[in-house]
Nanobody, 121 residues
Framework: QVHLVESGGGLVQAGGSLRLSCTASTRTFNTYPVGWFRQVPGKEREFVAAISWNGANSRYTEPVKGRFTISRDSAAKNTVYLQMNGLKPEDTAVYYC?????????????WGQGTQVTVSS
């Protein structure tokens, strides 16, 4: 079992930045690809970004390319980050991280509880 905790959400003006963190309770987390997803009320949860277990590969959904960066600190902190720059009102959502079975198919194994990101215009 991998317990994930997201943090770093909040309220920011359009054009601003936030850094989300996803911290795990166990170093086993470092063997999983990890993804960020987001969800707004009434819509399905959607993929945002993902990173391979060793940090060598990443992928992004098109609307966030060039604005968001996913990274991980496995050596010390069992943490994956999502740096979000140039935020837009349409980025407003609850953001979830997931330890995944594989990077290609984005199949989640464990979910965090989510953190709210609100971007005001």
């Amino acid at each position: 079992q991998v317990h994930l905790v997201e943090s770093g959400g909040g309220l920011v003006q359009a054009g601003g930045s936030l850094r989300l963190s996803c911290t795990a309770s166990t170093r086993t987390f470092n063997t999983y690809p990890v993804g960020w997803f987001r969800q707004v009320p009434g819509k399905e949860r959607e993929f945002v970004a993902a990173i391979s277990w060793n940090g060598a590969n990443s992928r992004y959904t098109e609307p966030v390319k060039g604005r968001f960066t996913i990274s991980r600190d496995s050596a010390a902190k069992n943490t994956v980050y999502l740096q979000m720059n140039g935020l837009k009102p349409e980025d407003t959502a609850v953001y979830y991280c997931a330890a995944m079975y594989d990077l290609a198919n984005l199949r989640p194994a464990y979910w965090g509880q989510g953190t709210q990101v609100t971007v005001s215009s």
